[in-house]
């Protein structure tokens, strides 16, 4: 980073500070400030709207609830509609951005056309998405009779209303899934950095691996008290139809990044494949998908984000008390702004913080870290 | 051109045509519905022309919608000036006259753009109430430009650290000062930083509804995303008020994209952080 520092004052650089400084304080007070107000709230038993009445610290009281508690089971649902929500919305989006991308780049006719067709959508807000694709997920119209139209048999799909659940697991088996998840996480991570002869980084790899595996086998898995009752969770097949008008929204945003840097990979490289031999197909597998590497990890951190905290869409899509659909998102604002439960609605946003910060802050520490070593 | 390259074209734009299509069905059926009368709205005929077009639902919705649409002007164009304003004297800074810890002090403000914002939104609620600026267009616009000052600063920032600092350094020399410089020297070419960031925070904060919903329900103060959602969160709706409601509410961002759309793509690809 450039820095001027030439025939500087200290008097100019004290103005520089200055003039930065109120947004420093405003960011300072409305986010940092207000997250700590908020984990200070998700520690009371604070309800209802007057504020005065003597709100007494609970501890971590409300997460032991929203974790284990009988009549959260709401939360947890919202909390695996989330997960699975962001699992496909981020597949969708990276295979069909690139997809898209890969097509635009084979130096087509009308590119231009194309490439604002598919990223219309982004330009829209979420509100105007959700009310269109409501509409057009109508169990009696919409996509529903498109078969219709060449004389065939209208579908049947429930999409938005579907009640049914697969993929179930009981939540008082969380201990041992997450344990057998980190098991298998850290294993294959040992092995890469194995691979790529970072022996130190395979080592504390694979010794948390074995921790969690000895937890899983030794009991401690099984010891860890959950909910008191068996409680099934599952991907809600009601989360298909907003899954696909959330991609059909930003999957030309990952198109946007796939085609900037497929651009950006020099045509020499590319030709020099070329004069190797390399058919069009074995030049995308071998030279431009793994360049594009960074670029997944980009997006797939700026869709995850987008996706925890997602909120608009499923509000008017499938309407704010639509249990079936929950996310955390709606659940706070419901919890706290319409049942004026405001210390449990900030215990779920803290949880919400949290999921969120654990994706981004190490991106960020590492993204500013690179660019100043450079 | 062998037949093997030929089909191999053929196929690529054969696909392309689909994707297109199926990205185009949505806006197909907005438009189509939003000129139907609300007894022409059948399940069966969804996907039919109108059999008469009928103008008159936007004339409704107009009707309906015109003081949100004026709410959304009125709080997004304030708004994105000063969010942008303040962004480009932030990035000045914290490009051109960088301190100890100004790096640690940019990610910190740069945090604030991924945050969920529930998680701020309950002393935010609180606050704006007790200094009264809840329920109201100054009070959701304060709101828009803190929270916009990150990403705002991010582009600003990212766009003048391709300045040549000799520029700065040569003015230096000449005797301009903090002030001199930005206003002689930076302000003059910054304006292709404004234009990506101001479409970006139009873009961004007209679109915007937790905030919106949360600050201003209720009140006479809702902007355009509120009142489309309360409009069709309905049960009984007639379907040609909130598709031409719809279509209202996207026209602004729409037009934005389609003639500035390069500009804003910038604002979007600048979001991941590294731009």
Redesign the interface.
Known sequence: ????S????S???L???L??S???V??GI??????G??AY?SMTDWEGMA?IVDIEFVGLENYRRLFTGLLEVRFRQALVNNLFFTMFFMLGCLVLGMG?AV??D?G?RFEGS?R?????????????????????F?P???IN??P??IGLEPLKVRWLTDRSQIWTFNWQNLPQILAVIAAVGLGLSAYRNWRRGRTWAAVIAAGVGLLALAWLLLGGAAAVQTTEYPEDHGFNVALVGLIIAAV?QMSG?TM??YL?GIRGISEELREAARVDGASELQIYRHVILPMLQPITL??M??LG?IS??I??LI??MA?PDNATTDV??VL??TT??RANQ?AK??A???V??IM??VV??P???T??RS??EL | MTTQKRFNRFLIYAALVILAAVFLVPAYTVVVTSLKSPDQINQNTVWNLPETWYPQSFFEAWEAFAPNLMNSFSLVIPATILSAMLGSLNGYVLSKWTFRGSNVLFGLMLFGMFIPYQSILIPLFQFLRRIDLYGNIPGLALVHVIYGLPITTLIFRNYYAEVPTEMIEAAGMDGAGFFGIYWYVVLPISMPGFVVVIIWQFTQIWNEFLFAVTLTSGTKYEPITVALSNLAGGRAVQWNLPMAGAIMAALPTLLVYLFLGRFFIRGLLAGSVKG
């Open positions: 980073m450039a820095r001027f030439g025939s500087s004052t008097r100019d650089r103005i520089a500070m003039m930065l109120p947004s420093l405003l960011l409305f986010v940092y400030g207000f997250i107000r908020t709230s504020e898209l097509l635009i084979q087509i194309f604002l067709i598919f990223l219309y959508p982004m330009s829209l807000s979420f509100i105007v998405t959700g009310t269109v694709w409501r509409w057009l109508n009696v119209g919409g009779r498109l219709a139209l059909w945003y946007a990044m900037a980009s997006a951190i700026v984000h925890l905290k909120f608009d509000f008017v309407g955390p998102g706070m604002f706290a702004f405001f609605g900030a779920i946003a803290m919400m913080l969120v910060a981004i802050v991106y960020l520490v993204s500013l660019e100043y």
